[in-house]
């Protein structure tokens, strides 16, 4: 059986072989991963050919021209370390302590296949990679580990360049707490806004790399905290400066600063990977991942009887039951529900016993209507479970969908906003107890719902919901007090406005959310992830004058339907061609899924739903959608130079159609429109064209997995990539302005040394 370096998801485990990449070395984003697997697949290749009996001169050819290729990539790979390592005096020594070894390692297997000239390369007198099998082994180890850790050392700049960002927005955000005059709070919040789109940038990319899926979601929540937090602390600051006595204004700019503060520790926090003080994070556990975690500890008895305790088992369920509590405890679940709960609670406590009953005596004595019995035991006992899992299921979405109907109105935020200008304190303090009250039910809501999101994705978004409705509930209402002891006053009233927004548009994400996770339980597509940027385009211009935010109204949503719902098919068709695919890691893959997700998320917009609010929103979607149409463009030129003569010309001959929409795209999109019949046209113009970027996706995807299959399937080789130009490591290592260093050094650029590698497929 073929022997791999590495597992299926990087180097972060060893294969039976001995290779792999040092254990020190975790792997934490996916340009690095997808780097080393051209590497990792040439290691394996040669690897693999030093058990074959017969080896003809076209073999004996193809490994030399391999073990060169590895070692001319790696050289050229070495020379962009070294630039690095130079350029960030911090690192270099470690830096070029691991380039001298890849260095060395790459000449060692250069020199191991040299195998073509020789008429017997099993000779005594020359050592090869087949005489020589610990030596190979040792090198390809040696070469993995110091290549990842190459890569790794340079993802550390793109994680300081982070903190360096962060660290100025925090710096910034110190000066605007302490400005007194409007004139220098401009002058302030124009660079805190430069500082923020940055900020923005270097952590939406760093979240679209992250390998683990709950830090995605944290990063997400994290960076739609700032996004919101944004405009409100310009307009908290600013009714602070023009009511600096008012004590329930200078509470709400407080809360803004506090919670940007916590934002953007939590970022940090993600992209270093540490927590504050060495805490351990402890997420609280669902009642579906207990139920999961709990059948398959059950069903495992089928194969091993003896490799868990029953006490284990029972004190799994008792926490399961536990966490059932907060739906039978709580206020706003229906009767009927909680009797079906603890009915079902029961149930299971029973089924338990039994299942144990049968397990002990199959421990004792495994005749064949024992093991009967136990299979009958662990069908029940799963069953039961299955249906305590659809009865909170169906509690908390069902409470979740009357408690989202009944608050659509905004009946109390609206109520604040007439009582604050009327200056009116007594009624304003009644409706912020009904706010409160509000407050407190959706916040039971999203802890409910937390237990039944199905993923751990979902799970962090019910946490940052919850989060939200309790911090924003009290910021709305310090702001409608601030109004209505200042009724004349138009920043108050605008900042009120903005918080309220805020409030609503959580609970219209709720909305989402709530069908997400509805999807999910029923099988159906339910973690599509939108692309979350911030600040949002037009909300944070340096003279303090926002964008007036565009909605489509019903009628225009009405004639844009037909065009929406084509798009939704679209990506289900999408989603369905990446599903086909071996290698969900793949480049192709990767780009597939990001440009479906956003598509998705403009079609929700056509429903007037989803995070995309405003037109302004979804243009600044339509942008990035053709930028990444644009990066799959240049994967699939990268892929057509790996395929046979034959193929080449028609993949090239659809990612440069690719292209040519993708621009079509990002020029409608960049285009400037005035009056709401032009923003329409525009919208309906931006919709249409992702549609067509979306229907070409859907041809090329089955076309480039085919082409794979069978260059897979071929006994020739794929055709190795064009040699690397020198003269872009010139201009690299001549790069001083911080944008052209952040485009020259890091990952990407030694990921195109790694990918020049040939691939050998085994005859």
Not at 172 to 191: A, R, Y
Not at 312 to 340: K, Q
Not at 389 to 413: F, I, N, P, Q
Request: charged share 25%; glycine share 4%; aromatic share 4%.
């Amino acid at each position: 059986m073929a022997t791999s370096p590495c597992s299926s998801s990087g180097v972060s485990s060893s294969s039976s072989s001995g290779l792999g990449a040092d254990a020190g070395l975790e792997i934490r984003t996916r340009s690095v991963e997808q780097t080393l697997v051209p590497l990792v697949s040439q290691i394996t290749t040669l690897i693999n050919h030093k058990d074959k009996p017969k080896r003809s001169d076209k073999t004996l050819q193809a490994i030399q021209r391999v073990g060169q290729a590895v070692n001319l990539a790696v050289g050229r790979f070495v020379t962009v370390g070294e630039a690095i390592a130079n350029e960030n005096h911090e690192l270099k020594e470690e830096m070029s302590v691991a380039c001298i070894e890849a260095r060395r390692a790459g000449e060692t297997i250069a020199q191991l296949t040299n195998v073509a000239s020789l008429d017997h390369p099993e000779s005594d007198s020359h050592i090869t990679i087949f005489t020589d099998k610990t030596g190979v082994v040792k090198a390809a180890r040696l070469l993995l580990s110091s290549v990842t850790k190459v890569l790794v050392l340079a993802d550390r700049i793109v994680i300081k360049q982070i903190i360096t960002s962060r660290n100025k927005v925090l710096a910034t955000m110190e000066q605007l707490e302490k400005v007194s005059s409007f004139q220098e709070f401009v002058q302030i919040f124009s660079q805190f806004g430069n500082e923020m789109v940055e900020f923005a940038h270097l952590t939406g990319d760093r979240q679209n790399d992250l390998k683990d899926e709950k830090k995605k979601a944290r990063m997400a929540a994290s960076r739609a905290v700032l996004e919101k937090c944004t405009m409100m602390l310009l307009t908290a600051s600013k009714t602070c400066l023009r009511h600096p006595d008012c004590e329930s204004a200078r509470i709400n700019k407080d809360g803004v600063f506090h919670r940007m503060r916590l934002a953007l520790e939590q970022v940090i926090e993600i992209v270093t990977d540490s927590r504050p003080n060495g805490e351990n994070e402890m997420a609280p556990i669902s009642i579906y991942s207990g139920i999961r975690e709990f059948k398959n500890k059950v069903e495992g008895l089928r194969e091993n009887l003896y490799f868990l305790s029953k006490e284990n088992l029972s004190a799994m369920l008792e926490v399961i039951l536990e966490h059932t509590e907060d739906f039978t405890d709580s206020a706003y679940t229906s009767h009927e529900h909680r009797e079906h709960i603890l009915e079902l609670s029961k149930q299971a406590k029973m089924e338990l016993e039994q299942l144990v009953s049968v397990w002990m005596q199959a421990q004792n004595q495994k005749t064949k209507d024992l093991m009967e019995d136990l299979e009958v035991a662990i069908l029940k006992t799963c069953q039961c479970m299955n249906e305590l899992k659809r009865e909170v299921h169906s509690a908390a979405t069902s409470l979740a969908a009357d408690m989202l109907k009944y608050h659509t109105d905004h009946m109390v935020l609206k109520a604040l906003k007439i009582t604050g200008v009327e200056g009116n304190l007594e009624a304003v303090a009644e409706y912020t107890c009904k706010l409160s009250e509000q407050k407190e039910q959706l916040v039971e809501m999203c802890r409910l719902l937390r237990h039944v999101s199905g993923t751990e994705p979902l799970e962090i978004t019910c946490i940052h919901a919850e989060d939200t409705f309790q911090v924003t509930g009290p910021q709305i209402i310090s702001a409608a007090e601030t109004l209505a002891l200042h009724p004349s006053s138009k920043i108050a009233k605008e900042n009120l406005e903005v918080f309220c927004e805020a409030w609503e548009s959580q609970l219209s994400d709720m909305s989402m959310l709530l069908r997400e996770i509805n999807d999910v339980f029923e099988g159906r597509r339910g973690e599509k992830r939108v692309y979350l940027s911030l600040p949002r385009p037009g909300k944070h211009n340096a003279n303090l004058k926002a964008l007036k935010p565009v909605k489509l109204d019903t009628e225009e949503q009405a004639k844009i339907a037909k065009l929406g719902l084509e798009l939704h098919l679209l990506t289900s068709d999408v989603d369905s061609e990446t599903e086909k695919w071996e290698d969900q890691e793949n480049e192709i893959v990767q780009h597939g899924q990001g440009m479906s997700s956003m598509a998705y998320s403009m079609y929700l917009f056509t429903r007037g739903e989803g995070l995309l609010k405003t037109t302004q929103d979804l243009f600044h979607q339509a942008e990035i959608f053709a930028t990444e149409g644009t990066k799959l463009a240049s994967a699939l030129h990268a892929f057509s130079d790996q395929v046979q003569d034959d193929d080449k010309p028609l993949l090239q001959l659809e990612a440069e159609k690719l292209i040519s929409l993708c621009k079509q795209l990002q020029i409608t999109a960049k285009a400037s429109v005035q009056g709401k019949s032009a923003t329409f046209t525009k919208v309906d113009a931006c919709i249409l064209k992702t549609r067509n970027v979306m229907t070409l996706l859907c041809q090329l995807l089955p076309l480039c997995c085919k082409l794979l299959k069978k260059n897979k399937a071929g006994n020739g080789c794929l055709k190795p990539a064009p040699p690397w130009r020198e003269d872009r490591i010139r201009t690299g290592t001549n790069a001083h302005t911080p944008e052209r260093r952040a485009e020259t050094f890091g990952i990407k650029s030694l990921e195109n040394h790694v990918t020049n590698m040939t691939f050998l497929e085994s005859k």
